[in-house]
């Protein structure tokens, strides 16, 4: 159910709590390895600063203008990624290790070979690769989309509970990333065309993922399995057609993160288990980062009334 507060700087969503609580803690790791980032630290502390006032800016805005509004309850489209982007080399920092051999062991002594029958399903004909490529950027577009239906077709509080597990759901997998940094199986780009293979459409998604993820140490848990897994849950609690076409979207997007060598099996089973914990976990917490019931708890240990 959809929180605010209402004062004269507009009305604080949950979401915008949970955001800045991020921000807050990302902004603490640089101040503590300020001197193992070096020069990352000052446009690391320069894009925080700057999303801050981002979603304070339409926090203020949101009530005067509706597309100010509209900006504002989209706001984690631009503040997912960018904050994404800044976790390699505070991760590098923080923890140094991979855990990619163990990962790969695992995946060898648990599902046997699992992972190399996925990959090498059909012998990886040109056409499957490039569907699976467009699958995997499904990730950037399956929140997004489900959310406009939310937002245009049901309840308020019901888009709401969406941006919010969401949200929870990616903050979670960084959380993931920084314990057990893991490069995936991943196969250098140059050598991409040659193993990975498929046609012109794989060649462009894979030169879009280079550039945009420059986060590389983001295998485990799967990001994309806990997300696709969340949509999927909203989308059948919206409508059965929605939910059938959720449902398509999930499978491929799972389908890829293996068959694209990007994960290992381990990485979807556990982006499985964020994905449940974090939708029994959203309604829970949502109410702790309610803007009145933060403030009311601090001016009560403050002594302000």
């Known amino acids: 159910m959809k929180t605010e507060f209402t004062n004269s700087n507009g009305p604080i969503t949950t979401v915008d709590a949970l955001n800045l609580t991020a921000i807050l803690l990302l902004t603490v790791l640089v101040a503590f390895f300020r001197r193992q980032l070096g020069g990352d630290t000052l446009w690391l502390l320069g894009v925080l600063a700057s999303l801050s006032l981002f979603i304070l800016s339409t926090v203020f805005l949101s009530e005067r ?6 900006v504002h309850d989209f706001s984690p489209v631009l503040i997912i990624p960018v904050l994404f982007n ?3 080399p505070i991760i590098d920092c923080a923890s140094p290790n991979r855990w990619d051999p163990w990962f790969a062991q695992m995946d060898t002594r648990v599902f046997g070979g699992l992972a190399e029958m996925w990959r090498d399903v059909l012998g990886r004909p040109q056409w499957l690769t490039d569907l699976s ?3 995997y950027v499904g990730y950037y577009v399956a929140p997004v989309a ?3 239906v939310l937002y245009l077709k049901r309840p308020k509080h019901e888009f709401q509970q969406l941006v919010f597990t969401v949200v929870l759901t990616f903050y979670a997998s960084y959380v993931g990333y920084f314990i057990f940094p893991t490069l995936g199986p991943r196969v250098p780009f140059d050598s991409e065309a040659l193993i990975v293979g498929g046609g012109a459409i794989s060649h462009t998604v894979r030169l879009f993922i280079d550039y945009a993820e420059r986060t590389r140490t983001d295998a485990f ?3 994309h399995t806990a997300v696709a897994l969340a949509c999927f849950y909203f989308a059948w609690r919206a409508s059965p057609t929605v939910g059938a076409i959720f449902t398509a979207l999930a499978a ?3 389908f890829s993160t293996v068959y694209l060598h990007y994960h290992y099996v381990v990485d979807v089973i556990a982006g499985a288990g964020l994905a449940a914990g974090c ?3 959203g309604p829970r917490l949502e109410p702790a980062l309610e803007p009145r019931e933060i403030v009311q708890w601090f001016g009560a240990r403050l002594g302000l009334w």
């Open 252 to 254: 491929g997007i799972i």
């Open 221 to 223: 848990p799967s990001g």
């Open 133 to 135: 490529y467009l699958a």
């Open 65 to 70: 203008r509706p597309v100010c509004r509209l």
């Open 279 to 281: 939708i029994w976990l």
């Open 146 to 148: 489900l959310g406009a």
């Open 86 to 88: 800044t976790l390699g």
